[in-house]
């Protein structure tokens, strides 16, 4: 036996041997992980995996991340990946520091999801450490959300789903909740609460109680992560917030607080008693149920916050202790920005309202009152699921469509394509056998007119659509901008559609235009902008309810940080896809873009005054509401021309408009500078994003994702006034289109706002279409 035959055993056996080390002692050959994912909850709630959120709605991610026995040499990055509407996965990413030995960190991170997967991958020095993967569900499309901020109000899920007539008697609290259209959770750690404001979307109402001076409104005063900021901004461009004030007033006056406290539209000075509440037992139901009556207090009085208005805040008191009188406010609401803050001069936590037995009919009132979408809901109970849902319509999904029709790119039908198939089936098949067998009598040259007439059709296909849909890019877009004169600030919202010529993917931004509508920031940075797809809440293409599939791509795109770009974006060769952005900026007191001096002359005469516009461009279809009694009526302005005063007292002798009829008023304006008629895809759909109105109770068309921008539950309120106008739809070569006065807000294609570069020059034709919204301070005489 040779050397050679010696050392092949030898060698075989040693590798037996570290291979049998490893499998049976894999404590000693493999290490612990040195970091790895605790659990994950995507959504509102105290705990995972309970959790509330929205399809197409930004929500929060609470990932947990554990350290092994040795910790992170250095922090890492963690990213969140779910597909949107198209099937396209977006990754959201944040950093994580280093971690101690065994240390548990909560990573607080974001998402916007289309469909129900989630995937989560946290690295180091660009190295994979943990991953994990799940599967997470929405709650049902048309449901309402409802966040509970401290104390977790039990009584609030009964009252807004009530049992059905049959329900057993000791059904559980889960089964019929679970079931019914609103959803409510809370947040009792302030830790959870969100760091940036869009993370708010999902949420139809927040509701901060402060009656326990515990360690929520300890931790809440001494914040400084900007979760309270994040809060009030999320509000300011409209969310809904109810405040519950009572024992622990002042709180509200402390220094730490402040940033809430100042967009309430009252302040709390103190506490004032009263001897009954009556006016909340009457709200409650208790005036056929004596049972629903308070408590008796020891003294024989109640302590309720003294609410006192601001000088110069909108507000309307919705309850009050002497209702008659209109003496001693219990419910006040006041708009904030887009939004609305309704402030409760009542503990909802504590005694006399929690045990109360009437609590559950006053919750019921207030959500009424506070929560337009309420009364609205498309699912009134869970029999009417299903199906029913399927047939609602969302005024977000309309204007997604109006977005997508190109008037130079026809839409082939189904039936045509349908039948090209059927002719495509004919020619490859029964055609091309008959040919051979009967003309030529050889049927072995399929081999060669099967692949010639698959490529001639093909080629003909291709340049086909070549001849109908073109090689040029091209951009819809719809801005609303809403002039709020009253907190000086101007918010924009921008909707686009981007029709890809070829496979391409896009880095996708987009700015405010400086200085023609939003004045430059003092600091030197640039006004905040939020970039995403567009969601939609309806059974289309795209919705929430749609069954999913694969994607076409399998590479992911970007979010920039706090979603302010996006980079990698694919679109298909021939297709679209909708894009949502929103900024917000502060008006220049020594440049104002609208200047007005309105007064109200009489209760029952109109308003008189003049209004200046120094927008840009001229202001048409220009309307303005006012009030009469128990409903109101939009008055034509004509057109407002920038820098000439306007007065409003003539408007009013003109027939008015009922807001039903203004609802459906189709655009009629021209397209500068060649005159020619153009059609606005848009149209009145803009109308409904403003101020939102059903046409009848069978409609089945809901608000579902752009609650935020309705602005219908304000408009009766005395000290204010709504304008609304449009510009003339333009439409040409996008650079010149987008650089043009008529736009308020810069796309930008291929570079980012925040990198500092030169915004790159738009490639092919865009259309715009721009609308006008400004809240007015009105003056008594």
């Not at 009572?246 to 402040?258: S, Y």
């Not at 029709?405 to 189904?414: L, R, W």
């Not at 570079?751 to 301070?777: C, E, F, H, K, W």
């Amino acid at each position: 036996m040779n050397a050679r035959a010696l050392v092949r055993p030898a060698v075989l056996l040693v590798l037996a041997a570290a291979l049998l080390s490893v499998f049976a002692t894999p404590g000693l050959a493999q290490k612990p992980p040195r970091l790895k994912i605790e659990d994950v909850q995507v959504g509102f709630g105290s705990s995972p995996p309970v959790a509330e959120f929205k399809s197409g709605f930004w929500t929060p991610v609470y990932v947990y991340l554990k350290a092994g026995p040795d910790g992170t040499d250095a922090g890492g990055r963690l990213t969140v990946e779910t597909a949107d509407s198209d099937e396209v996965r977006g990754r959201y990413t944040v950093a994580f520091p280093k971690l101690d030995p065994e240390e548990i960190f909560m990573v607080q991170t974001y998402t916007k999801p289309g469909r129900t997967e989630c995937n989560i991958t946290a690295e180091i020095n660009g190295k994979i450490m943990a991953t994990d993967q799940r599967d997470v569900h929405s709650v049902e499309m048309g449901d309402l959300l409802f966040v509970a901020l401290g104390s977790p109000l039990p009584s609030l899920k009964p009252a807004l789903n009530p049992k059905q007539k049959g329900s057993p008697e000791d059904e559980d609290d889960s089964s019929y909740v679970h079931q019914g259209r609103c959803r409510v959770t809370a947040l009792g750690d302030v830790n959870k609460l969100p760091k940036l404001w869009f993370a708010y979307e999902p949420a139809d109402l927040v509701i901060l109680t402060t009656g326990k001076r515990d360690s929520f409104l300890t931790a809440l005063l001494n914040e400084r992560e900007g979760r309270k900021e994040a809060l009030v901004e999320w509000v300011r461009r409209g969310g809904k917030l109810v405040v519950s004030v009572a024992r622990n007033h002042d709180v509200l006056r402390d220094r730490e607080f402040e940033v809430l406290s100042n967009m309430l539209p009252v302040a709390v000075t103190g506490t004032v008693p009263v001897p009954n509440l009556r006016a909340i037992e009457m709200q409650a139901g208790a005036a056929a149920d004596k049972d629903k009556s308070f408590p008796r207090p020891r003294d024989g009085k109640f302590e309720i916050a003294k609410l006192e208005p601001k000088p110069g805040r909108s507000i309307e008191t919705l309850l009050s202790w002497d209702q008659e009188k209109k003496e001693i406010p219990l419910v006040v609401q006041g708009a904030f920005g887009l939004g609305s803050v309704t402030v409760v001069a009542l503990d909802l936590d504590e005694p006399p309202f929690k045990g109360w037995r009437g609590q559950q009919g006053f919750l019921h009132w207030l959500v009424e009152k506070t929560t337009p979408a309420f009364s609205d809901a498309p699912v009134e109970n869970a029999q009417n699921r299903g199906y029913n849902a399927q047939q609602i319509t969302d005024v977000g999904g309309e204007l997604e469509n109006a977005l997508e029709q190109f008037d130079e790119i026809p839409v082939i039908s189904f039936g045509w394509v349908a039948l090209f198939i059927l002719i495509y089936i004919l020619v490859v098949g029964p055609l091309d056998y008959f040919f051979l067998k009967k003309v030529v009598k050889r049927l072995e040259l399929t081999w060669i007119t099967f692949p010639t007439v698959v490529i001639t059709i093909s080629v003909a296909a291709y340049f086909t659509a070549y001849w109908l849909k073109g090689n040029d890019q091209k951009i819809n877009k719809v801005d609303l901008v809403d002039i709020d004169l009253g907190t000086q600030q101007i918010y924009g919202n921008s909707w686009f559609t981007i029709f890809s010529p070829r496979i391409q993917h896009y880095t996708i931004g987009l700015e405010p235009a400086e200085t023609d509508w939003a004045p430059a920031p003092a600091t030197g940075k640039s006004w905040p902008v939020l970039v995403s797809w567009m969601g939609r809440q309806d059974a289309g293409w795209g919705g929430p309810n749609r069954g999913q599939s694969q994607g076409l791509f399998r590479r992911a795109y970007d979010y920039a940080e706090n979603a302010t770009g996006m980079s990698g974006v694919p679109i298909q060769v021939w297709s679209t896809k909708t894009f949502a952005s929103s900024w917000q900026a502060s008006l220049d007191p020594a440049r104002p873009l609208v200047s007005a001096d309105l007064r109200l002359r009489d209760k029952n005469k109109p308003y008189s005054g003049t209004i200046t516009s120094r927008l840009p461009v001229p202001l048409e279809e220009v309307y303005i509401y006012w009030t009469e009694g128990s409903s109101g009526n939009w008055y034509s302005l004509g057109t407002l021309v920038p820098n000439t005063p306007k007065r409003v007292d003539g408007a009013f002798v003109d027939p008015p408009v009922s807001m039903s009829s203004w609802l459906q008023l189709p655009p009629s304006s021209k397209s500068p500078p060649t005159g020619k008629s153009v059609s606005s895809p848009a149209g009145g759909i803009m109308r409904h994003v403003m101020f939102y109105g059903k046409q009848s109770s069978s409609s089945n068309q809901r608000n579902l994702s752009l609650r935020e921008l309705d602005q219908l539950w304000r408009l009766n309120h005395a000290d204010e006034v709504f304008v609304v106008g449009r510009i003339p739809r333009r439409e040409g070569p996008a650079e010149d289109i987008s650089q043009s006065k008529e736009s308020p807000s810069r796309i930008w294609l291929g570079q980012l706002p925040a990198t500092g570069s030169a915004r790159p020059p738009l490639n092919g034709t865009l259309s715009q279409d721009t609308y006008v919204r400004m809240i007015i301070p009105v003056k008594n005489k």
